[in-house]
């Protein structure tokens, strides 16, 4: 077996002290624009290590910035602090004492690595430039990326290029995945009301039923994806809700139906949300009822550019080597707010192997109450943070 390179080596030797720190995020977790206290421990760590910190950034994110010598490039490394409403059932010594809400995404293991990695590179500045470490807010679904870039955060922080990464179970522990281009899908929330005329239900001529019209709405709507979308692409339309009235002998007034989209070409997604919209709405003329589409947020197509996708890569397999680097890996269907940063700078978003979901028993997949993130991840991520910062800002 071949010798640990020397950051793992570093990593590895400060390990338990960034156990613990991941381990008390963990029993308090915060949910998205509400990461007071995970925000105050970040600040205040990085504040003691010698970054300029800069808070209040959309809402509770805030930046670490280091500057050495006279180099001009600048690099931005971002974690996410926010936790999900979910009821923790790991019975670990440090599971959540807030009910109804834990790490169930690996955020704080997140966080972890970025601080461990600052205080290395803090004790150890071989670099010359600025650094801007992201810690960013409410990532679940809340669009924090886009809130702190709209709170100036380019502009206050210029970036030549943002690097990201993610746990993910079942792959080993401790290997990287990367891919060049579409790494993470689109997501679009969709609501769909359908405005019918209420009636008895022995009378339905009388009436018109968004039931019926809502019914033909679902089964149209799988249409698109079969025929208006190139077989070689990948786009998902899932109606994951469809609620209408309460009494079996009455015909509603209106129906609701709730959609989740998912795609990973632009192209695809921009033509996947027309579609869904000229077919609702022709569909509800042939039915007789009014039809209006909402959307109600998501998040764009989460794509890698290839220089920074390769220069990563780079990185992962001088640090791990070839055996632990899965160089092209398929995309993958969920979704996440980094898009919008790499929508506006170059970079690269990551995956490393959670294996089993923590421990060695099953595979248990994010955003599951017995989840957990792998501590022995925390000096891998770390040693691959400040090892992609010296190479970055040499």
């Not at 050495?68 to 790991?90: V, Y």
């Not at 998912?262 to 869904?276: G, K, N, Y």
């Not at 790499?342 to 997949?365: H, W």
Request: contains cysteine.
């Amino acid at each position: 077996m071949s010798a640990l390179h020397p950051q793992l080596q570093a990593q590895h030797a400060q390990a338990d002290e960034f156990i613990g720190v991941r381990r008390d995020i963990h029993r308090h977790p915060e949910l998205g624009y509400k990461e007071f206290r995970t925000s105050d421990l970040v600040a205040d760590k990085l504040t003691a290590w010698g970054y300029e910190v800069t808070r209040g950034i959309g809402g509770t994110g805030l930046v670490g910035q280091l500057k050495r010598g006279t180099g001009t490039k600048r690099l931005g490394l971002r974690a996410e602090m926010d936790a999900l409403p979910i009821q923790e059932t790991t019975g670990l010594d440090w599971t959540s004492q807030h009910a109804g809400c834990m790490h169930a995404c690996g955020h704080d293991g997140h966080t972890t690595m970025l601080l461990a990695a600052a205080k290395k590179i803090a004790e150890n500045p071989q670099f010359n430039g600025t650094l801007n470490l992201i810690f960013q807010p409410a990532e679940e679904g809340l669009a924090g990326a886009r809130r702190m870039m709209d709170d100036g955060l380019f502009e206050r922080f210029p970036c030549d290029a943002v690097f990201a990464m993610h746990n993910m179970p079942g792959h080993p522990q401790g290997h990287m995945l990367f891919r060049d281009g579409a790494m993470m899908a689109s997501s679009d929330n969709l609501d769909i009301l359908v405005e019918g005329r209420g009636g008895h239900g022995a009378m339905p001529h009388e009436a018109a039923d968004p039931v019926v019209a809502g019914s033909a709405i679902v089964m149209g709507l799988q249409s698109i994806v079969a025929r208006n979308v190139d077989p070689k692409q990948v786009a998902v339309i899932t109606v994951g809700a469809f609620q209408a009235g309460e009494a079996r002998n009455v015909i509603a007034h209106t129906a609701t139906l709730r959609l989740s989209v998912r795609t990973l070409d632009r192209e695809v997604r921009s033509t996947v949300l027309q579609r869904i919209q000229a077919l609702t709405e022709a569909t509800a003329v042939a039915y007789g009822v009014k039809a209006t589409v909402t959307r109600v947020g998501g998040y764009p197509v989460l794509v890698n550019t290839p220089a920074e996708a390769e220069f990563a890569r780079q990185v992962a397999l001088e640090l791990l080597g070839e055996d632990a680097v899965v160089p092209h890996a398929a995309p993958i269907t969920a979704s996440e707010d980094f898009a919008y940063m790499l929508e506006e700078v170059p970079g690269n978003y990551a995956f490393i192997g959670n294996g089993g979901g923590g421990g060695d028993g099953p595979i248990c997949m994010v955003h599951n109450p017995g989840y957990d993130f792998n501590d022995a991840n925390v000096p891998v991520g770390a040693a691959y943070w400040v090892l992609l910062t010296e190479r970055y800002l040499r």
